[in-house]
């Protein structure tokens, strides 16, 4: 394959703050260009080769200007001039040359992107050195006859959708496509001449704002969405040297790309939460992928897949140089993501691209271009006059592409620009300084976001006297002072009055309650309240700001933290909704020590929060009848470990009170949808036109989408039934009702089940042949026939369909499971099954001992009928109904209460298996006693011969089954066993006929 590889580096940050209080280990290491992963589970490492491997994990140390550098002249550690060297000085010889460039950042999100491409402080990333670099090349130019253009752009893609970042329109541009060059651009898209890095940078921190209104306004998650920068950098250079004037004009484009988190979005925390291929918040990735795999390969790839894959398609499979930095997470808790984030690099490194030097006469291309614009206004003119309205926008979006792209050839028409540019910098610049001083005189309220990047990026100072906060809306009869958007905002939302340096809010007409969307570090606002230093403010769902004191009273000051930051605010908001921090509260409401969850489950329901008060706002916005809530799985009836947990999203549907119990992934592909049709919303809602009733399900859809607040009928786990086997290690069966217990910890019925050892073919084991020492199953094979009987259960509507399920790959089977019987909440299965683990190891003879088997009881659902007494009631009629005893957060009992349900059945098995083993002592006591009488065992030798005598003749198979059962009787009435010569007769004797003789008990 012709051309030349993209160029691929790879580089290990320190650990971070979360990663520390984990205790986290390192599992990465690098020598030269190779770079290691180790598996923490299994301790196997794999390897990779990329350009450049970048240590910074450790062995660095600071400047006193900040700068970090090696502490030592054996450190590998790599500092950001080392990957400027290697990475940014690659970019600008690229781009001098005229060659298209494009440079990738790569990896999960906190894993270093940011830092490695802009940096932070005294240490400067890949852009901004870059364009100091480039910006001063220009500055120093003292050639004449070449004349230097650079223009900037900023987009961002978030759910398919593209946004300009350099404009305060909330427009969702399109992307085209070029017929004549194949190239894909974004139509509408501004672009902003710029003369230094420091306008740049202004620039780009105007993109990061209208970033974070949006994505505030939207509740849109910001590690989920692209970032791409373009610079178009044209050299124009002027040829007198035969006395003619020729022009020429060299152009690149710098592609700068930060790509939305690859991780699970379980990363961060969440275990199980991640996004399904062809989910729309991941239809980006995954295209991308697809695409890398294929022109890894060397096949045709499927660009067309997504908008981000389309606008790369320059930098990936055509004219240009790339460049693709992978940021790596060093902690093991990482593993899957970190090696994840590997693998997707080392493919990228076989690609290969072909770039040209893009130089061309400059009157020859303006000459093209006016052509080609002539032919595209005729084919307008036709195609207004019957043709499609989609070919009509693709043409006026290529004609306004073309006179963009000319323009910016008009040297003094650019001049003009930059130099409007340059004095409303200037005038920005002094703003900035007034707004900076401003900042540290007056009271206001600074925006949090989960970026950090986004934190204080939106500010509102406030006036003395009121302040409104509320929605724009034509209808408003306040003048705000604080403007927000979102579907849980009213007109008039809240008021704050500053008054003789005191700050106070209040709720409007002074009804503030959680209905209103109101909260104060957590807690809703019913009073008006003076507000404290570094409170925390929640208007709606989305809109979390902390209020600044500029003059802070020591009082004040006391017990706060030095700075208040996302997930500080989120903790409170958890706990104020049920969640506790430091102990948990089991769902009775009572402190339960013995119930201490993971940080990670932690991690993963301060993730989930915010989403879940989104899901219900827009479910009560659009009247869907559904209330989402959290809930905390614990011990058996999760299958899981006593201590381990797992986090799912409960869905309730109001009419029938229906629970669905949602997988974290499932809940957040359809929190994506339901962000679409918010998104939707808020668009229609700034229309002049815009009517509230007209908004329904039919045109916030797209076509072929499901309903994100829909389930179809189909099972679902009631609770579930512990059975503990330990009465196995003694070949004692275990017949009893169980407990069906669900997560809450609520007995939702009995199941009647029964263990009992036997053979492979299901015959039982004598129940008088006791195994005193669990450790001689070591090494044999153990079989054992399982029965599920029958269940009660409690409530009429699970009588449209039941089954249990079970299984554990130590039994050999994962998935077993009884018929589904209908009609009865008493259903009847007769559920038998032999189960034989081939060898007892160390590990399943602790299983047995002190492990359970858990059956999981599932019912038919549906979501047809409706209950009477809700059928008239709005959404939010109904949710205000239940609001006071509901928690958006169930942290269940049903670990704790499963385990003493599950621990009164293991008693009750250890009692029985006692008292077997009593009788058995009794037993061998007895024949011990005889045996020492002299009298008693002459009389049982005697006997015995007799018996030897009858059982010699009884070997032919006619004998009567009345003589033979004679036989036996006597035999288990004396207490004697069979001899073994007997055993082989017996046992095809009556082993088919009565399974549930003994056969185990034979010498």
Not at 876 to 891: N, Y
């Amino acid at each position: 394959m012709s051309g030349e590889s993209i160029k691929v580096m790879v580089r290990v940050r320190p650990f971070n703050k979360r990663e520390k209080e984990r205790d986290a280990k390192c599992i990465i290491d690098m020598d030269g260009h190779q770079t290691m992963i180790t598996n923490p589970a299994d301790g196997k490492t794999k390897k990779f080769n990329f350009d450049t491997s970048y240590w910074s994990f450790d062995g660095s140390e600071e400047r006193e200007d900040g700068y970090t550098i090696p502490n030592s002249p054996s450190s590998k550690y790599a500092g950001q001039l080392e990957v400027f060297e290697d990475v940014g000085k690659g970019v600008l010889e690229n781009a001098y040359a005229g060659f298209n460039t494009s440079l990738f950042a790569y990896g999960q999100t906190g894993s270093g992107k940011s830092y490695s491409m802009v940096g932070y402080g005294a240490n400067k990333g890949i852009v901004p050195m870059a364009f100091d670099s480039m910006f001063q090349k220009i500055k120093n130019n003292d050639d004449p006859t070449i004349k230097y253009q650079v223009t900037l752009s900023m987009l961002e893609i978030y759910m398919e959708q593209v946004a300009d970042l350099l404009t305060a329109k909330s427009d969702r541009l399109k992307v085209r496509q070029d017929p004549k060059k194949g190239r894909f651009f974004v139509a509408g898209l501004s672009s902003h001449p710029v003369s230094s890095y420091e306008e740049i940078e202004k620039k780009m921190d105007d993109g990061v704002r209208n970033r974070t209104v949006a994505a505030t306004q939207m509740n849109a998650t910001s590690s989920r969405a692209h970032t791409m920068v373009t610079l178009v950098f044209t050299q124009n250079k002027t040829d007198n040297s035969d006395g003619t004037e020729r022009k020429t004009t060299r152009t690149s484009e710098i592609n700068l790309v930060d790509l939305a988190g690859s991780e699970r979005a379980g990363s961060t925390g969440a275990e199980g939460i991640h996004l399904k291929e062809g989910a729309s918040i991941n239809q980006s990735l995954s295209a991308l992928g697809n695409v890398i795999a294929a022109l890894a390969k060397g096949k045709r790839a499927p660009f067309r897949d997504s908008v981000l894959t389309k606008l790369l398609q320059n930098s990936l499979g055509g004219n240009a140089k790339t460049i693709m930095i992978a940021a790596l997470s060093p902690a093991d808790i990482n593993y899957d993501e970190t090696l994840s984030t590997l693998r997707y690099a080392d493919r990228a490194k076989q690609i290969k691209t072909n770039a040209v030097v893009n130089e061309t006469a400059t009157e020859k291309l303006i000459r093209e271009m006016r052509e080609e614009n002539e032919k595209l206004k005729n084919m307008l003119m036709a195609a207004q006059a019957g043709g499609k309205i989609g070919d009509i926008e693709d043409l006026q979006a290529m004609i306004e592409n073309n006179n963009v792209q000319s323009a910016g050839m008009d040297e003094s028409a650019y001049e003009k620009k930059l130099e409007e540019m340059r004095a409303e910098f200037e005038a920005e610049k002094g703003e900035a300084a007034a707004l900076q001083a401003k900042k540290l005189e007056s009271h206001r309220l600074a925006n949090l976001n989960e970026d950090p990047a986004l934190n204080g990026v939106v500010m509102h100072y406030l006036d003395e006297g009121e302040n409104f906060v509320g929605r724009k809306a034509k209808q408003n009869k306040v003048e705000l002072k604080i403007a927000l958007a979102g579907i849980s905002i009213q007109d008039h939302h809240a008021t704050i009055i500053l008054k003789d340096g005191e700050v106070f809010l209040e709720a409007p007409n002074g009804a503030g309650d959680d209905a209103v969307g109101l909260l104060l570090n957590g807690k809703p606002v019913t009073v008006s309240v003076q507000l404290r230093h570094f409170d925390r403010i929640l208007f709606g769902t989305n809109h979390l700001f902390v209020y600044h004191n500029p003059n802070p009273s020591p009082e004040q000051l006391e017990g706060l933290p030095d700075e208040v930051e996302w997930e500080f605010a989120q903790t409170e908001l958890a706990e104020a909704k049920g969640f506790g921090s430091a102990e948990t509260k089991s769902s009775g409401g009572q402190r339960d020590d013995a119930l201490h969850l993971s940080q990670q489950t932690r991690e993963e329901v301060m993730q989930l929060l915010p989403m879940v008060t989104v899901a219900n706002a827009i479910s009560e916005r659009l009247d869907k009848r559904r209330v989402f809530e959290i809930a905390v799985l614990s011990g058996p009836v999760a299958g899981l470990q006593r201590n381990e947990s797992k986090v799912k999203i409960k869905m309730r549907n109001l009419d029938t009170d229906n629970k669905w119990m949602l997988a974290c992934d499932e809940f957040v592909n359809r929190h994506f949808v339901m962000q679409k049709m918010l998104r939707m919303i808020g668009e229609r809602e700034e229309a002049d036109d815009y009517d509230p009733e007209a908004v329904n399900d039919a045109n916030l859809l797209e076509e072929g989408e499901d309903d994100p607040f829909s389930v179809t009928a189909g099972p679902v786990i009631v609770g579930a039934a512990t059975c503990f086997l330990q009465s196995l290690c003694y070949r004692i069966e275990f017949d009893d009702e169980l407990n069906i217990v669900d997560y809450k910890g609520r007995n939702e019925g009995k199941l009647q089940v029964s263990v009992f050892p036997c053979d492979e073919k299901g015959v039982r084991c004598d129940p008088n042949d006791v195994n005193e020492d669990p450790r001689t199953l070591l090494g044999t094979s153990l079989s054992f026939e399982i029965t599920i009987a029958s269940a009660d259960l409690k409530k009429k509507k699970y009588s449209d369909g039941a089954f249990v399920q079970f299984g554990s790959d130590i039994i050999g089977k994962l998935d077993a499971k009884t018929e589904i019987v209908k009609g009865t909440s008493k259903p009847e299965w007769n559920y038998t099954e032999v189960f034989t683990i081939p060898t007892v190891t160390p590990e399943i003879l602790d299983w047995l001992e002190h492990g359970n088997l858990g059956f999981f009881v599932h019912v038919w659902q549906s979501d047809e009928a409706v209950l009477e007494d809700k059928s008239r009631q709005s959404t939010k009629e109904l949710v205000r109904g239940r609001r006071a005893s509901a928690s958006m957060i169930e942290v269940g009992g049903g670990g704790q209460l499963a385990d003493a349900s599950g621990e009164v059945t293991r008693l009750r098995a250890e009692n029985a298996r006692l008292a077997k083993m009593m009788q058995h002592l009794e037993q061998e006591n007895k024949m011990l006693k005889m045996a020492a009488d002299p009298g008693i065992g002459v009389k049982v030798k005697k006997v015995n011969l007799l018996l030897e005598k009858h059982w010699a003749a009884a070997t032919d198979a006619s004998t009567p089954d009345d003589h033979w059962g004679a036989l036996v009787a006597v035999s288990e009435a004396l207490e004697l066993k069979m001899p073994k010569k007997m055993r082989a007769s017996n046992e095809s004797r009556r082993g088919a006929a009565t399974p549930r003789s003994s056969t185990c008990a034979v010498m």
